[in-house]
T-cell receptor, first 113, second 112 residues
Framework: EAGVTQSPTHLIKTRGQQATLRCSPI?????VYWYQQALGLGLQFLLW???????NRGNFPPRFSGRQFPNYSSELNVNALELEDSALYLC????????????FGPGTRLTVT | GEDVEQSLFLSVREGDSSVINCTYT??????LYWYKQEPGAGLQLLTY?????DMKQDQRLTVLLNKKDKHLSLRIADTQTGDSAIYFC????????????FGKGTKLSVKP
């Protein structure tokens, strides 16, 4: 069974640009979660999607947004990039809506210069 | 409020047992998890325990849960150099909106 996959592995952008990160959940999983892991700040919850709908978001500004497609894959968009958006962005999936063990992908390392 | 605390560093010798500790504040936790993160990688789910259990063993890993003290520990028997990584404790809260609450992670260093 393939795990959670994310692309790209690395992304380098300049301040003010937009970044798009992609995630494919484990086959059969319908919920996708996005987390930000910034240096010194630990893992912080960003967004949760299930069945194509945004179900919850963490304490992040609206320039962090995303969507979930009919095949349950998901996209995270970050607009008007700031230097402090530089982080590892991790995607996780669960089989059941909002519960059960979360399996993580390898992450996308976003660097904003 | 929701808070998960872990000590930041632990150093052990190869072959010894490692014990990584975690405390949490929310008494309505449903599941508690241990994840491992190697340098430059994502999080690997090691094990988890349901909040009505007090112990779970899985090969070299033993999880102990003390609900009264809201204390969770992960014991790694016969620690190997390949166990060097950051270990995160996380909780899911009953009625929460899906997300896990993570501790800041414990960096385990294994000396040969």
């Amino acid at each position: 069974e393939a795990g959670v996959t994310q692309s790209p592995t690395h992304l380098i952008k300049t301040r003010g640009q937009q970044a798009t990160l992609r995630c494919s959940p484990i086959s059969g999983h319908t919920s996708v979660y996005w987390y930000q892991q910034a240096l010194g700040l630990g893992l912080q919850f960003l967004l949760w999607y299930d069945e194509g709908e945004e179900r919850n978001r963490g304490n992040f500004p609206p320039r962090f947004s995303g969507r979930q497609f009919p095949n349950y894959s998901s996209e995270l968009n970050v607009n008007a990039l700031e230097l402090e958006d530089s982080a590892l962005y991790l995607c996780a999936s669960t089989r059941d809506r909002g519960q059960g063990e979360q399996y993580f992908g390898p992450g996308t390392r976003l660097t904003v210069t | 409020g929701e808070d998960v605390e872990q000590s930041l560093f632990l150093s052990v010798r190869e072959g010894d047992s490692s014990v990584i500790n975690c405390t949490y504040t929310d008494s309505s936790s449903t599941y508690l998890y241990w994840y491992k993160q190697e340098p430059g990688a994502g999080l690997q789910l090691l094990t988890y325990i349901f909040s009505n259990m007090d112990m779970k063993q899985d090969q070299r890993l033993t999880v102990l849960l003390n609900k009264k003290d809201k204390h969770l520990s992960l014991r790694i028997a016969d620690t190997q150099t390949g166990d060097s990584a950051i270990y995160f404790c996380a909780e899911s809260i009953e009625g929460s909106q899906g997300n896990l609450i993570f501790g800041k992670g414990t960096k385990l260093s294994v000396k040969p």
